[in-house]
C-alpha cells in the first residue's frame, strides 16, 4: 500500500522551511544550463514558476492551452492579494497570517506550507511591484490596503478591482523577458494529454498541438504544474474556472494523489437571482464589504411592503433596520468569513426578513462609506468598472 509523503521538512512549525533552504542541496550556475523544466499552465502560478526557473538559469518550456499566457484564468482574481507588512500598524503579523489562513481555508490545508506562505507573503509584494504591478497607493506613496472578510487586519494590497488581471501581467512580462533571451521557449494552444514517467520520475509530457492537431513528445528533467484548481459547477454558481484540469486528472491516472477534489466558494457578494434566464451569479467584488454594512427591515411587514413595491429601502430610518451582521458578530461585524456572512444572510431570508422581489437578498449599504470617504472616492477604493456599472443599473437595491 502507497505511503503518503508530503516532504514537508521536520522540526518545528515555524522553522522547518528555513532549516531546509540552509540545507538543502544547491546547483551551480554552469550545471542549470544543462537542466530543462517543463511548466504547464502560465497563470500566476505557472507564470511565475517559468520565469523564476529561467531567472535563475534552467532551460524552460511553457504550455497552455490559451492563445496567449494573458488569457489565463487568474485574471478574474479581482480582490487582492494578502501579505502581512503590518503598514497599518494594526498588529499584523506571520503568525496572524498563517493562523487566518488555516482557519479560512476550513483547517485542510498543510500548516507548514501555510506557514512558508506567510513567511514570503511580504517579499512577494516587493516582487510584484518591482515587476511593476500598479498596486494602490496612500497620499504618502506607501502601498494602500483594504479589508476583506475573516480577519481584523488590513492587509489585502489590491489594484483597483483588476488586482488578478495586474498580477498576471506582470509575471507575463517576467516571462516575456525570458522569451526574449532564449531561456522560455512558449507553446500556446498546447493541452497536455499524458505525462511520460522514467524510474518513477516526470522526464516530459505528451502534449497536442490544438491549431494543427499533431501528437508531440517533450522531454525534461523536471515538470512543474500550475494548472489551476478542480471545481464543480452547480447551477448558479459563481465558478468560471478557466483550467479544464485535464492535466491534474492525467498525473492522477500516473499515480500521483488527488485530493479534496470539489472546491466550492460560498460568495456572501452576488448579485441577487433576476429571473431562470441566468446561468450563473454576477460576482462583485468581496471587498464591497470593506466599507459596506449589511441591513434587513427589521419588521416582517416593512420586508413585506418593501418586496411588494408598496416602500423603498431609503425610506426606512435607522432604527427599522437590523445590521445583523454587527449584530450577531460585534468583534468582526460586516467582515465575518463568507461562509459564515452567506448562512446568516440565508437565515434572515428563510425567516422572511429578505429584499428583492425573490425575498432571497439583504441590503449592502454604502451611506456611511460615502458620508466617510466622499462618493468619488468610495467607488475608485472599492468598485471595479463592472461593479459600478452594476450599482449604477440596480440603484438602492445595491447602494
Request: hydrophobic share 35%; with cysteine; aromatic share 8%.
Amino acid at each position: 500500500m502507497a505511503t503518503l509523503d508530503s516532504k514537508i521538512p521536520e522540526g518545528s512549525i515555524s522553522e522547518k522551511w528555513t532549516h531546509h533552504k540552509n540545507k538543502i542541496n544547491l546547483v551551480n550556475p554552469a550545471n542549470k544550463r544543462n537542466i530543462d523544466v517543463i511548466v504547464v499552465g502560465t497563470g500566476l502560478a505557472g507564470g511565475s514558476a517559468a520565469a523564476t526557473l529561467a531567472e535563475l538559469g534552467y532551460n524552460v518550456k511553457a504550455f497552455c492551452f490559451q492563445d496567449s499566457p494573458r488569457r489565463a484564468h487568474s485574471i478574474a482574481a479581482q480582490g487582492g492579494i494578502n501579505a502581512a507588512k503590518n503598514y497599518q500598524g494594526d498588529g499584523d503579523s506571520t503568525y496572524r497570517l498563517f493562523y487566518d489562513t488555516v482557519k479560512g481555508g476550513d483547517y485542510r490545508s498543510r500548516e507548514a506550507n501555510v506557514y512558508r506562505l506567510a513567511e514570503v507573503s511580504a517579499n512577494i509584494i516587493d516582487q510584484c511591484v518591482a515587476q511593476g504591478v500598479p498596486f494602490a497607493r496612500e497620499y504618502g506613496g506607501l502601498l494602500d490596503n483594504r479589508s476583506f472578510g475573516g480577519v481584523l487586519v488590513s492587509r489585502t494590497f489590491y489594484a483597483k478591482g483588476q488586482t488578478g488581471q495586474q498580477l498576471l501581467l506582470g509575471a507575463y512580462s517576467a516571462m516575456n523577458r525570458q522569451i526574449g533571451r532564449g531561456k522560455i521557449k512558449m507553446y500556446n494552444r498546447h493541452e497536455m494529454l499524458d505525462l511520460v514517467i522514467v524510474d518513477g520520475k516526470a522526464r516530459g509530457i505528451i502534449a497536442r498541438n490544438l491549431i494543427t492537431g499533431k501528437i508531440e513528445r517533450h522531454s525534461a528533467h523536471a515538470v512543474v504544474l500550475g494548472t489551476g484548481g478542480y471545481g464543480n459547477v452547480f447551477y448558479l454558481s459563481t465558478n468560471a474556472m478557466g483550467s479544464n484540469v485535464t492535466a491534474a486528472w492525467k498525473i492522477h491516472k500516473k499515480g500521483a494523489y488527488f485530493a479534496n477534489p470539489c472546491y466550492t466558494q460560498i460568495h456572501p457578494t452576488c448579485i441577487p437571482v433576476s429571473g431562470d434566464h441566468q446561468s450563473k451569479l454576477t460576482l462583485m467584488s468581496e471587498s464591497l464589504r470593506n466599507d459596506g454594512r449589511i441591513w434587513v427591515p427589521a419588521k416582517l411587514e416593512d420586508a413585506k411592503a418593501i418586496r411588494e413595491g408598496k416602500l423603498k429601502p431609503t425610506d426606512l430610518k435607522e432604527e427599522d433596520r437590523d445590521y445583523y451582521l454587527e449584530r450577531r458578530y460585534p468583534s468582526f461585524g460586516n467582515l465575518v468569513p463568507r461562509d459564515v456572512a452567506s448562512r446568516a444572510a440565508k437565515e434572515r431570508c428563510d425567516a422572511g426578513f429578505g429584499v428583492n422581489k425573490t425575498g432571497e437578498a439583504v441590503y449592502l449599504d454604502f451611506a456611511a462609506a460615502i458620508e466617510r470617504y466622499g462618493k468619488e472616492q468610495a467607488r475608485v477604493k472599492h468598485l471595479d468598472e463592472n461593479d459600478a456599472k452594476l450599482v449604477k443599473k440596480l440603484g438602492t437595491e445595491v447602494v
